[in-house]
C-alpha cells in the first residue's frame, strides 16, 4: 500500500508544481483516481499528505481543491524562505563539512553552469532544485528541513510560471557558487549574509513579476 500511495502522491503533486492540473480545480477522491489510475484508498492517503503540505483542501464530502496561492501568499512564503533558509546554510558552514559532502552542491552548481550555456532553464531549475534540496540534507535539523521543503513546494508553481520571464540566473548560479565557497571556509556568518542576499534578490524579482500577473492563478 505504502508504494501506491507514494506513487499516487508524487505523480498528483508534480500535476500540481508543473500546473498540468490548474489551481482552483475541486474533483472527488474517485476523480482523481481515475485520473492517475489508482484505487481511492491510495489517492485519499496522498490528498491527505498533500493537504498537510498547504496544497490542496479536503472538501468533507466533495473530494479536494486545488489550492491557489495569492501574490499575497507568495510574499508571507519568501519572508519566512529568507528568514529560515539563510540559518539552515549557516548550519552547514558551522559542520565539519567534507569535499564529499560538498560535492552534491558542486555538482547541482555545474549543472546550473552548463544548462545556461545550452540556454536550457528547465535543466537550469532542476538543478537549483537539487542545490537546495542538498544543502537542507546537510543542515541536520530535520524540522527546519521539513518546514522549507514545504514553503518550496509552495513556491515552486509561481516559479515555473515565472522562470522564462525573469532574467536569465547567471547571477544566481554565480551567487550559489559563493555559498559553496562560505560553506567550505567554514564562514558561518558570510554564508548567513550571502544566502540572505541571494533569497532577497531573487524574491524581489520575482515578486515584481507577480503584481503584474495578480489575474492569473497560481
Known amino acids: 500500500m505504502k508504494g501506491l500511495v507514494d506513487d499516487a502522491y508524487g505523480r498528483l503533486k508534480k ?6 492540473i490548474p489551481a482552483g480545480l475541486q474533483a472527488t477522491e474517485q476523480e482523481f483516481a481515475d485520473r492517475f489510475g489508482v484505487s481511492r484508498t491510495p489517492m485519499r492517503e496522498a490528498l491527505l499528505r498533500l493537504s498537510a ?3 490542496v483542501e479536503l472538501i468533507p464530502r466533495r473530494g479536494a481543491r486545488i489550492l491557489s496561492l495569492s501574490v499575497e501568499d507568495m510574499r508571507e512564503v519568501y519572508d519566512i524562505l529568507i528568514a529560515l533558509e539563510p540559518e539552515a546554510a549557516a548550519r552547514v558552514a558551522a559542520s565539519t563539512v567534507s569535499e564529499e559532502a560538498l560535492s552534491g ?15 536550457d532553464l528547465d535543466a537550469w531549475a532542476s538543478a537549483d532544485t537539487d542545490f537546495h534540496e542538498q544543502l537542507l540534507r546537510l543542515c541536520g535539523n530535520a524540522r527546519m528541513q521539513r518546514i ?5 513546494d509552495q513556491s515552486h508553481r509561481a ?9 536569465k540566473p547567471h547571477q544566481s548560479t554565480q551567487e550559489h557558487r559563493e555559498i559553496i565557497e562560505c560553506i567550505r571556509r567554514g564562514d558561518l556568518e558570510t ?12 524574491a524581489d524579482e520575482l515578486m515584481a513579476i507577480l503584481e503584474n500577473m495578480k489575474h492569473l492563478r497560481l
Open 15 to 20: 500535476e500540481i508544481m508543473t500546473s498540468g
Open 148 to 152: 522549507i521543503r514545504t514553503l518550496l
Open 53 to 55: 503540505e498547504g496544497l
Open 159 to 167: 516559479r515555473s510560471i515565472t522562470l522564462r520571464l525573469r532574467s
Open 191 to 202: 554564508t548567513r549574509r550571502t544566502f540572505r542576499e541571494h533569497r532577497v534578490r531573487a
Open 105 to 119: 552542491l558542486e555538482d547541482a552548481t555545474k549543472r546550473m553552469e552548463e544548462a545556461l550555456e545550452k540556454d
